[in-house]
C-alpha cells in the first residue's frame, strides 16, 4: 500500500445536536450505549492498517482528548501513532480554525514526512468502510483527488454535496446542497454509471459526497497553500475540478451522518431491531471503545423487548422496549422505557452516596421506580426522581427550556440534569 497519513476533523460543534452537544464536541457525543462517534472512523482506520493518525480537534475538546488518550494506545515498537491536534495559536495563524480546509491548511507542517496520500475523515459519521479499497481506487485511476460517494435518492440530494460523474468516474461537476432545481436536475447521474460499478440504481439518481477525501500530498499543499480557502465541499472540491483529476469511488453500504436529534435517535431505534442495517456484532470489523472492564447487565423481574443493555446496568422489575440502556444505568421498581436512549453514567453511586443523596432531597444517578419514559434521550449522569413521567404529555414539537429540549418530539434531558420526583414533561 502506498504510504498513507489520515487526517479526522473532529472540531465541529454540532449545534444541530443541541443539547447532547452542550458540554462535548459532536465526535465525543455517546452512541450505542457504550461508544463514541470517534469510535467509528478510528475503528475503519485500525481495520484497514491505516495506524498514522492525526485528529483535528477545536470545540469543548477536553472529553474527546481524555476519551482519545484512554482508549488508543499503538506498540510503543512501532511508528503508528493516534496524535489530537488542537486549534492553537502559531507564529503562522493567531485564528481558530475557520472550516475543514482550513483545519487541515494549519496543520500540513506536520503532514509533509508522514505519507506520499492523505485521507481526511469526518469524526462524526456512522459507518463501516475498508479504506484499503478506496485508496487502490485512486492508485488504479491515476487520480490526484477521490472522494466517496454514495448513491441517494433525489429528495435528499439538496442536504448533500452531489456532483456529476462520467462513466470513467471522474467528476466533472459539484454543488455543496444546491437547492435549485436547476442545479438538482443537471447533477443527476445516469443509471448506466451505477452500472458501470456494479451498483443498481433503485430508484437513486444522484451520488453525494461522503466527507471522505484523498489527496495526493503534493495536490493537497498546492491547493491549501495557494489559497485561501476555507471548507472541502464549498471551495476546494469545485475548484480542483478543474485543475486535477477527481475521481468518485462508489460506496453502497451503511452510511449516517449524525447530524440531528431525529438522526441521533432513529439511527439508535434501528440498532434495536433484530436485523439492524448496522450490525455492530461483526466480529470481523469489531468498533473499539475505552475498555471499562465493567460487570455485566443485571436484570431482576423485568420484561425487555428488542433492545441493547450495556454492561453494568441495573434493572429491577421494569418494563424496556425497543430502547438502548448505557453502561452503569439503572432503572427503578416499576418503570417503563419505550422508545428511548438512556446513556447511562460515569460512575457507580455507593450506599453511602444514596444517604447522601436521600439528605440532600436529590434523586440517585439514573431512573427511579415508577417513571415513565417515552421517546426520549436520556443523557449521562442525569438523576431522574421516582414519579417522573417523559412522555411530552403537551405533545408539542420543538421547545428550549434549562432543564430539557424537546426536538421533532422528542424530549432531550441533558448531561448532569436533575429532574425531581413527580415531574410530567
Known sequence: MAKVVTIILAGGQGSRLYPLTKKRSKPAVPIAGRFRLIDFPISNCIHSGLRKIFVLTQFSSESLHRHIFLT???????????????????????DWYQGTA?????????????????????GDHLYRMDYRKFIDFHLEKKADVSIS??????????????????????????HEKPKEPSLLDSTKVDEKVFKQFHIEAAGRTHLASMGI??????????????STFEDFGREVIPYALNQHKVYAYFFDGYWKDIGTIRSFFEAHLDLTQPLPQFNLYDEDRLIFSH?????????????????????????????????????????????????????????????????QNKAEGIPNVGIGKNCEVRNAIIDKNVRIGNGVKLI????????????????????????????????VI
Request: charged fraction near 25%.
Open 291 to 355: 475498555a471499562r472492564f465493567l460487570p455485566g447487565s443485571k436484570i431482576t423481574f423485568s420484561e425487555v423487548q428488542n433492545s441493547i443493555l450495556c454492561e453494568g446496568s441495573i434493572i429491577d422489575r421494569a418494563r424496556v422496549n425497543q430502547s438502548i440502556i448505557g453502561i452503569r444505568s439503572r432503572i427503578g421498581e416499576n418503570s417503563v422505557i419505550e422508545r428511548s436512549i438512556i446513556m447511562g453514567a460515569d460512575f457507580f453511586e455507593s450506599e453511602k452516596e444514596f444517604a
Open 149 to 174: 460517494v454514495l448513491p441517494v435518492h433525489y429528495d435528499r440530494a439538496s442536504e448533500l454535496g452531489v456532483m456529476k460523474v462520467e462513466e470513467s468516474g471522474r467528476i466533472s461537476d459539484f
Open 102 to 122: 482550513d483545519a487541515v491548511r494549519q496543520n500540513l507542517r506536520f503532514l509533509r514526512t508522514e505519507g506520499d496520500l492523505v485521507l481526511i475523515l469526518s
Open 72 to 94: 488508543y494506545r499503538f506498540d510503543n515498537f512501532s511508528k503508528d501513532f493516534i496524535t489530537v491536534l488542537s486549534a492553537t495559536q502559531t507564529l503562522e495563524s493567531s
Open 213 to 226: 477525501y484523498l489527496f495526493n500530498w503534493e495536490v493537497l499543499n498546492d491547493l491549501l497553500s495557494s
Open 392 to 423: 411530552n404529555s403537551r405533545n408539542i414539537n420543538d421547545e428550549d427550556t434549562e432543564d430539557y429540549v424537546i426536538q421533532d418530539g422528542i424530549i432531550v434531558i441533558p448531561k448532569n440534569a436533575v429532574i425531581p420526583d413527580g415531574t
